[in-house]
DNA sequence: AATATATATGAATATATATTCATATGGAGA
DNA sequence: TCTCCATATGAATATATATTCATATATATT
């Protein structure tokens, strides 16, 4: 131990192990491009599978892999329509996160 | 082109490329549990390389690359005092984007 | 019923990266 | 100067994961 004091303040501020590794989970997502592209497309309106496939030029599999995850991690919902799944927002942080990063990289 | 009124208003509001990578970049610093803790530590207090692997019982070595990682990010720096390296946060938005992350999973 | 279409998913591959180990650097004290 | 000590860093390894490819499912259309 170099400084106890300071030390002793981290180590009261420290978040539990369960919180570190949700949270580290979740901007996960966000630390991928074809994700946080999703989430982006998906602020300003409901899409489905084949649209944001066009809207990103990737694959039908690589997105619907994608939004698998996702829906895993609770941030978007599926409203099926025939044989159209609609993909939207679940999660009102995702704006204020996307925010914030937008924000941050454009003070560099 | 599924919905083209949808496509539309999406692809209206695609961020670029650069913001895209940039971003994605950033929330990959947030991804990791061993960045997050030492992010979270150094909010309340500056801190030196030794302290931090006692805090988060790893090895020095670790937590310097880590450290290098978030120094290369602009997120934290160092102040050099004798052999010892203090390092402290440098940017506001690191508090924000860990307090909007706990409230998200605390919401689940 | 047969076919086409939109989406979902399992497995394989390729790539990224966190940690470890070995070693280097640079300051403090004997 | 020599040697501890705190930190930094390069290389190797092990692990995680994004995409691709093949295939499955489910609905719509003829």
Redesign the interface.
């Known amino acids: ?3 106890i004091e ?2 002793k ?7 539990d192990e369960d ?10 997502v ?4 074809t994700r ?2 999703i989430l ?9 599978v ?2 944001i496939a ?2 990103l030029n990737m694959t039908h599999s690589s997105i619907s892999h994608q939004l698998k995850i996702l829906r895993d991690m ?1 941030l978007v919902k599926a409203r099926k329509d025939g044989k ?1 799944a609609y993909y939207s927002l679940i ?1 009102d ?1 995702i704006e ?3 925010k ?6 454009n003070e ?1």
């Open positions: 131990m170099i400084d300071k030390y303040i981290a180590e009261k501020h420290m978040l919180t570190i590794f949700n949270v580290s989970n979740l901007y996960k966000f630390s991928d491009e946080l592209k982006n497309s998906l602020l300003s309106t409901e899409l489905c084949y649209d066009e809207l609770k159209i999660d942080h204020k996160i996307i914030i990063g937008v924000e941050h990289i560099l």
